[in-house]
């Protein structure tokens, strides 16, 4: 069965600095989809970046990015020039077409960011 | 346009009670899903219904049910509420044909066994 193991239960940076958070999954496929989702106090889960496994090519959204290593199954994110109100819990999710994760998403457990000023 | 709204917003039960929740997906959207998320933990999968017909069904007792409905809105029943229940509920709602690939998500309906 494929899982998403997120390592970091906390981290913190400092407003301007850059962080990374890890991600780590694992499947048997070869065509899946994986993201990183915000979800502030106010609860709902917001899409940030979105990485299809067969694209070599690392995503990029403005001040987010990913470093996806396909071969080692590691997808992080790396959040440039951090402001207060990335603070959040990040979830990283892996979905794929096949049924393998019955056509839904599987999510870690979270990294809560907090954002020092 | 409306994004994936759910109701109630939040909600307290007793013990042994049913419970109802309701999402409306965004406008054109006919697949929705269901996760439930407790505390501390990312949200695990429960239903996915596509075109009113389940799709996908996760590791849920039988307490738990879902329909979906001619306009797409999707109920989340349980019944015989355990105080394990008590989690926050989020529906998603996806593109025609985009499976999950790109969910949006609901605010999430909070409910509370007492």
């Known amino acids: 069965a494929q899982t998403v193991t997120q390592s970091q239960p906390e981290m913190s940076v400092q407003e301007a600095e850059t962080v990374t958070l890890s991600c780590t999954y694992d499947?048997?496929?070869?065509?899946?989809?994986l993201f990183w989702y915000k979800q502030p106090p106010s609860r709902q889960m917001i899409l940030v970046i979105r990485q299809e496994a067969y694209k070599q090519q690392n995503a990029t959204e403005n001040r987010f990015s990913v470093n996806f290593q396909k071969a080692a199954k590691s997808f992080s994110l790396k959040i440039s020039d951090s402001q207060l109100g990335d603070a959040a819990m990040y979830f990283c999710?892996?979905?794929?077409?096949?049924?393998?994760?019955?056509?839904?998403?599987?999510f870690g457990k979270g990294t809560k960011l907090s954002v020092k000023p | 346009d409306a994004g994936v709204t759910q109701s109630p917003t939040h909600l307290i039960k007793t013990r042994g009670q049913h419970v109802t929740l309701r999402c409306s997906p965004i406008?054109?959207?006919?697949?929705v899903s269901w996760y439930q998320q407790v505390l501390g933990q990312g949200p695990q999968f429960i239903f996915q219904y596509y075109e009113k017909e389940e799709r996908g069904r996760g590791n849920f007792p039988d307490r738990f049910s879902a329909r979906q409905f001619p306009n797409y809105s999707s109920e989340l029943n349980v019944n015989a509420l355990l105080l394990g229940d008590s989690a926050l509920y989020l529906c998603?709602?996806?593109?025609?044909?985009?499976?999950?690939?790109?969910?949006?998500f609901g605010q999430g309906t909070r409910l509370t066994v007492v």
């Open positions: 499947t048997s496929e070869s065509d899946y989809y």
């Open positions: 999710a892996y979905y794929d077409d096949y049924g393998g994760s019955q056509g839904n998403l599987i």
């Open positions: 406008s054109g959207h006919k697949s």
């Open positions: 998603a709602s996806a593109f025609p044909g985009a499976g999950l690939a790109e969910a949006f």
